[in-house]
């Protein structure tokens, strides 16, 4: 086993047998909205419609929407629809501060 693989598996478990503190809890979200300003690191069009999702760490429920909220709009997404928030396990170990990861977009087309 690689020594990246050995640490990954390492950190899940010392987060589940409690080896490994951390006030945050891990959300997958989901936010619908529109790409109102041009971002060199998504290749999607103004106006385009699309479903923003990212995995966060963050205290709870309310900082995980807040978070979606703020860094969209940092990277030119504007939420205009529902926000959907998810309990998931996380595919990167927790921070000291609230952080959020895997960052993408789907478009898609309105009726």
């Known amino acids: 086993m690689g020594i990246a693989l050995e640490a990954e598996k390492n950190w899940k478990l010392k987060l589940r047998y409690g080896k490994l503190q951390t006030p945050f809890q891990h959300f997958t979200m989901m936010a619908e909205g529109e790409i109102v300003e041009t971002n060199a690191d998504f290749d999607i069009q103004v106006g385009t419609p699309a479903f923003f999702r990212m995995n966060v760490w963050a205290l709870d429920a309310e900082q995980a929407v807040d ?43 309105k009726d």
């Open 67 to 109: 978070m979606i909220i703020t860094i969209g709009r940092h990277i030119g997404f504007e939420t205009t629809g529902r926000v959907y928030t998810y309990s998931t396990e996380a595919k990167e170990p927790p921070n000291e501060n609230p952080r959020a990861y895997d960052l993408n977009f789907t478009p898609f087309e």
